[in-house]
Nanobody, 122 residues
Framework: QVQLVESGGGLVQAGGSLRLSCAAS????????MGWFRQAPGKEREFVAA????????YYADSAKGRFTISRDAAKKTVYLQMNSLKPEDTAVYYC???????????????WGQGTQVTVSS
């Protein structure tokens, strides 16, 4: 398995930007597809974005399209989520996730980070 540690969350005003980072460890990290999920208070965890192990394919929830960008730096074993034009409804705990299978990383990934809080004020 791969171990994941998120960072970069915080408080930002509506319309602002944040970049989340997810540092991965493990010898087989490069073979994993990576993703981001979020969970708002009182709501279920939901998919936000995913990236294939090669980086050639990306997937986004409708709520993230056009505003969020997922990317990875293989040398640094880090995955990023650039979030622009943030809205109060983006407020949530954001989780990094990983799985060997691209399809599963968007639904039920096998590895999770501990989460980082993002709060968007109006």
């Amino acid at each position: 398995q791969v171990q994941l540690v998120e960072s970069g969350g915080g408080l930002v005003q509506a319309g602002g930007s944040l970049r989340l980072s997810c540092a991965a460890s493990g010898r087989t990290y490069s073979a994993y597809a990576m993703g981001w999920f979020r969970q708002a208070p009182g709501k279920e965890r939901e998919f936000v974005a995913a990236l294939s192990w090669s980086g050639s394919s990306t997937y986004y929830a409708d709520s993230a399209k056009g505003r969020f960008t997922i990317s990875r730096d293989a040398a640094k074993k880090t995955v990023y989520l650039q979030m622009n034009s943030l809205k109060p409804e983006d407020t949530a705990v954001y989780y990094c996730a990983a799985d060997r299978f691209e399809a599963r990383v968007r639904g039920s990934p096998s590895s999770w980070g501990q989460g980082t809080q993002v709060t968007v004020s109006s």
